[in-house]
C-alpha cells in the first residue's frame, strides 16, 4: 500500500503547496523495527487510492501523521470514511487515544478536525540550536510550490523536507 499512500500523499501535498516526504522516508518507516509501529490506510474509488493516511502507534496510543486526498473526489467524503475507519480499528484493537496528528491554528485541517468533536490541546515546542527554515512563515513559498509541476515538487521534497520538517 506504499505507492498507493505516496501518490496520493505527494499529490495532496503538491496541491497545498508543500514539499512532500520522500518515499524512502515512508519506506524506512515500514521496515524499521524499532520505535513506533506504522499502518497505512487507504479508501478506493474503482480500485484507485483517493483518500490515505500513515499512522504511527505506540502502546494504547495511534496517530494520524500524515494523510491526504484527491480534492476531485471530495464530493465523495473519503476523508470522513478515512478517519471513521482508522477510529473503529482503534477501538477494536484497544487503543485508548486516537491522535487526528497535528495541526496550524485557524485551519482547515483543524475545522475538519473539530466536526468529530475532539479534543484540541495546544502544542509547544522548543528547539536547541539555530532555528531551521519555516514554509508557514514563507506565504509566498506555498504559492510557488503549487504551481510548479508535480515532479519538481517530489525533488524537492527529497532536498528539503530534513530542513523542513
Not at 494520524?64 to 473526489?73: H, K, P, R
Amino acid at each position: 500500500m506504499l505507492e498507493d499512500f505516496f501518490e496520493v500523499y505527494s499529490r495532496s501535498m503538491h496541491r497545498l503547496g508543500s514539499p512532500p516526504q520522500p518515499k524512502s522516508f515512508f519506506r524506512n518507516l515500514l521496515t524499521s523495527e524499532k520505535g513506533c509501529k506504522p499502518k497505512i490506510f487507504c479508501v478506493y474509488l474503482n480500485n484507485s487510492p483517493i483518500a490515505v493516511s500513515f499512522t504511527l502507534s505506540h502502546n494504547t496510543v495511534i496517530e494520524s501523521c500524515w494523510a491526504g486526498s484527491l480534492s476531485e473526489y471530495n464530493k465523495y467524503y473519503a476523508m470522513y470514511l478515512l478517519y471513521w475507519t482508522m477510529i473503529e480499528y482503534s477501538i477494536k484493537n484497544n487503543f485508548k487515544l486516537f491522535s487526528f496528528g497535528r495541526s496550524n491554528k485557524e485551519s482547515g485541517t483543524l475545522r475538519f478536525k473539530k466536526h468529530w468533536k475532539s479534543e484540541t490541546l495546544q502544542l509547544y515546542y522548543n528547539r536547541f540550536g539555530p532555528s531551521v527554515l519555516s514554509l508557514r512563515k514563507m506565504n509566498f513559498t506555498a504559492t510557488i510550490l503549487k504551481k510548479i509541476p508535480y515532479n519538481m515538487n517530489l525533488l524537492l521534497g527529497k532536498i528539503f523536507t530534513k530542513y523542513l520538517y
